[in-house]
């Protein structure tokens, strides 16, 4: 009963940026968490950053200093804003949600494409 809509992807240059937004609906009391997650074709998914319902935030190595999480607990929804993009950030981004009740949620996820 957790619906996550996912937006903002598109096709950028590098060193452009791109914001995404994912907004979490359904019977929702409560979210522990949100995240972005990212699969690049033949890889596995990682984490891209995650922010707790206490604003605490975690990212990625490789996007520390160029990509931002938020968060609206008003309006369930979750922000990516990613600046300074590369090629190499090119991938599917998932939203993530932990829902206090509810299994782990998934979006359906958004192309980010970064050309050279």
């Known amino acids: 009963q957790v619906q996550l809509v996912e937006s903002g992807g598109g096709l950028v240059q590098a060193g452009g940026s791109l914001r995404l937004s994912c907004a979490a609906s359904?019977?929702?009391?409560?979210?522990?968490?949100m995240g972005w997650y990212r699969q690049a074709p033949g890889k596995q998914r990682e984490l891209v950053a995650r922010?707790?319902?206490?604003?605490?935030?975690n990212y990625a190595d490789s996007v520390k200093g160029r990509f931002t999480i938020s968060g609206d607990n008003a309006k369930n929804t979750v922000y990516l804003q990613m600046n300074s993009l590369k090629p190499e950030d090119t991938a599917v981004y998932y939203c993530?949600?932990?829902?206090?009740?509810?299994?782990?949620?998934w979006g359906q996820g958004t192309q980010v494409t970064v050309s050279s």
């Open positions: 359904g019977s929702i009391f409560s979210i522990n968490a």
């Open positions: 993530n949600a932990a829902v206090p009740g509810f299994r782990e949620s």
């Open positions: 922010i707790t319902s206490g604003d605490n935030t």
